[in-house]
């Protein structure tokens, strides 16, 4: 079976925990969410379709839980906040890029565990530069932060939040957000 993927906003700084009631609560007020499934995870509202805007003509989209009790369908599931950063990848992450000089970290997944765990640094072969992995050119393949908003079911390339849903996660925490694409995060698994 092919891994999920989401497409999850965050705020730009890492570090950043915008209160996450006030982030659930301008997702309902645009109808993003609509009933509880679990504790942070919600179905699809309404207002899913307008602000997740998909590109091509007549995706396919599987609104309600299926029978099977899969996870297959278009829902929301709000992580966080978390002590710290936490950095999420997926099935197609592509090399990320040093910030300075551009070279590609052609062995980020050898670095990747301790990324994650937050004990590497990401130091670049090309340049010298010392960095955090959340500040490396992912090109929208992997997102970092306290707080993530995570859209299920939606795939690498397929979608984007609408400007409307930026600007409304910037007036209600007082910071700019940005988005990429990932694969699902488990926060029942400690390795996540």
């Not at 509880?36 to 995870?41: G, I, K, N, R, T």
């Not at 379709?49 to 989209?61: E, M």
């Not at 990324?115 to 010298?128: D, I, L, P, R, V």
Request: charged share 20%; net charge negative.
């Amino acid at each position: 079976m092919s891994q999920l993927t989401s497409l999850y906003l965050a705020p730009n700084n890492p570090d950043s925990a915008p209160a996450v009631h006030s982030v659930r609560q301008m997702l309902a007020d645009l109808e993003i969410i609509a009933d509880s499934l679990a504790p942070a995870s919600y179905t699809a509202g309404e207002g899913f379709s307008r602000h997740v805007i998909y590109a091509g003509c007549s995706p396919y989209l599987v609104m309600q839980p299926p029978q099977d009790g899969s996870l297959h369908f278009c829902h929301v599931v709000l992580h966080g906040p978390y002590e710290r950063a936490k950095l999420v990848t997926g099935p197609n992450t592509v090399k990320p890029r040093c910030p300075v000089c551009r070279i590609r970290f052609e062995d980020w997944k050898d670095r990747l565990a301790d990324w994650q765990s937050g004990s590497g640094a990401a130091h670049c072969s090309g340049c010298g530069h010392n960095c955090r992995a959340s500040q490396l050119d992912w090109r929208g393949h992997a997102i970092s932060g306290r707080v993530l908003v995570e859209l299920r079911n939606v795939f690498p390339g397929e979608a984007s939040p609408s400007d409307l849903l930026m600007h409304s996660l910037k007036m209600h925490t007082g910071e700019d957000w940005y988005y990429a694409w990932a694969a699902y995060l488990d926060d029942s698994d400690p390795k996540s």
